[in-house]
T-cell receptor
Framework: DAKTTQPPSMDCAEGRAANLPCNHS???????VYWYRQIHSQGPQYIIH???NNETNEMASLIITEDRKSSTLILPHATLRDTAVYYC??????????????FGSGTKLNVKP | DAMVIQNPRYQVTQFGKPVTLSCSQT?????MYWYQQKSSQAPKLLFH???????NEADTPDNFQSRRPNTSFCFLDIRSPGLGDAAMYLC??????????????FGPGTRLLVL
């Protein structure tokens, strides 16, 4: 039931910006976009989320297109420790349905020296 | 620090032998989730509790059960583990559910090996 599409892998040079795209063309008006990452053998770690405005925090920036059908997660200065699988998730809301996260297949980001 | 704790981190069981995985949280969150993550795959939601209200995903096998005796603890019971149940099991919590945004906080996971 995943509602997101991501490239399976990407490479990024250390110190450069990493731009991770995500398509969510069937997103509904009240559904948020979340980004998590999972470093090998650990639990997913929250990065950022947004509804329609661009968002920035200490970890990353989230750019959402005006039609909300796609978004980009930006890590401004990637380090080797940012090597992980990055999941773009649409938080499904149906009426008073529950806070369900359906994970897409994720993007394996390889940060190289 | 408030957190989601899963014990043990690694669990070995035998084919068909019941096993229980545990999760505890110090966040005082109302909602607790269990996910299954097989190798090289994304996490898949099995079920969740909103307070004491249990909510099963339609495709979760009957072999998987859950208990939540109080706000802080939630257990995943696998009644007769098969080789296909070997996976990482992730517990997560969220403060609430509903229309407003609610971040989920994940524990480190328990990796289950079935021999």
């Amino acid at each position: 039931d995943a509602k997101t599409t991501q490239p399976p892998s990407m490479d990024c040079a250390e110190g450069r910006a990493a731009n991770l795209p995500c398509n969510h063309s069937t997103i509904s008006g009240n559904e948020y976009v979340y980004w998590y990452r999972q470093i090998h053998s650990q639990g997913p770690q929250y990065i950022i989320h947004g509804l329609k405005n661009n968002e920035t925090n200490e970890m990353a920036s989230l750019i959402i297109t005006e039609d909300r059908k796609s978004s980009t997660l930006i890590l401004p200065h990637a380090t080797l420790r940012d090597t992980a699988v990055y999941y773009c998730i649409v938080r499904v809301v149906r009426g008073w349905d529950f806070n369900k996260f359906y994970f897409g297949s994720g993007t394996k980001l390889n940060v190289k020296p | 620090d408030a957190m989601v704790i899963q014990n043990p981190r690694y669990q070995v069981t035998q084919f068909g032998k019941p096993v229980t995985l545990s999760c505890s949280q110090t966040l005082n969150h109302n909602v607790m989730y269990w996910y299954q993550q097989k190798s090289s795959q994304a996490p898949k939601l099995l079920f969740h509790y909103y307070d004491k209200d249990f909510n099963n995903e339609a495709d979760t096998p009957d072999n998987f059960q859950s208990r939540r005796p109080n706000t802080s603890f939630c257990f995943l019971d696998i009644r007769s583990p098969g080789l296909g149940d070997a996976a990482m099991y992730l517990c997560a919590t969220s403060r609430d559910r509903g229309l407003v945004q609610e971040t989920q906080y994940f524990g480190p996971g328990t990796r289950l090996l079935v021999l």
